[in-house]
């Protein structure tokens, strides 16, 4: 069955960056792009980019340019989501989620969601 | 930037039928998905491609998408579709661009 694990809780002070992991498993991994979405705490969904495991190419949301950065290795089928310079604004549960290439798609599979906390 | 707006809360009442709209410019002329979302839980996709179940959704859930307004429809609502509900749809500027999110009470 199709899983995707992420990475445990973190917790960050202002100015450090955070890396989370998302380890797929159940399908072939550079068949599908990896999403990134956050969500803060009472908030909405909120996308930050995408990035296609196969050729790495990656498209990041225009709030987000310049501070996140998404790669992958594909020997062990995991997606990273980088974030940099962080700020309490950034405090957030993040997903990763599966979806197909070339947008117009949909996120089938989620992972667990990953608490980056940014305080002081 | 690209828009999708939805009402902040619905209610209704058990086996009535509840019904949340996501509005954006030219939504018709995109693919409008939906995600369900309980606390504490990750989304959940209930309708894709603005009409169509992924296995495992019951069939009370239905979409539809014209103009600039994409629909989901719960028929027969039962206490455990008590959550928030997210509509989604891909611009060519922006990306990938989520509604506002809508809580669904069942009374």
């Known amino acids: 069955q199709v899983q995707l694990v992420q990475s445990g809780a973190e917790v960050k002070k202002p100015g450090a960056s955070v890396k989370v992991s998302c380890k797929a498993s159940g399908y072939t991994f550079t068949s599908y792009d990896i999403n990134w979405v956050r969500q803060a705490t009472g908030q909405g969904l909120e996308w930050m980019g995408w990035?296609?495991?196969?050729?790495?190419?990656?498209g990041y949301a225009q709030k987000f340019h310049g501070r996140v950065t998404m790669t992958r290795n594909t020997s062990i089928s995991t997606a990273y989501m980088e974030l940099s310079s962080l700020r309490s604004e950034d405090t957030a549960v993040y997903y990763c989620?599966?979806?197909?290439?070339?947008?117009?798609?949909?996120?089938?599979?989620w992972g667990q969601g990953t608490l980056v906390t940014v305080s002081s | 930037s690209y828009e999708l707006t939805q009402p902040p809360s619905v209610s209704v009442s058990p086996g009535q039928t509840a019904s949340i709209t996501c509005s954006g410019d030219?939504?018709?002329?995109?693919?409008a998905c939906w995600y369900q979302q309980k606390p504490g839980q990750s989304p959940v996709l209930v309708i894709y491609q603005d009409t169509k179940r992924p296995s495992g959704i019951p069939e009370r859930f239905s979409g539809s998408n014209s103009g600039n307004t994409a629909t989901l429809t719960i028929s027969g609502t039962q206490a455990m579709d008590e959550a928030d509900y997210y509509c989604?749809?891909?611009?060519?500027?922006?990306?990938?661009?989520f509604g506002t999110g809508t809580k669904v009470t069942v009374l």
């Open positions: 989620a599966r979806a197909c290439s070339g947008g117009s798609c949909y996120y089938d599979y």
């Open positions: 030219k939504l018709g002329d995109k693919y």
């Open positions: 990035m296609n495991p196969n050729s790495g190419n990656t």
């Open positions: 989604q749809a891909w611009d060519s500027s922006a990306g990938y661009v």
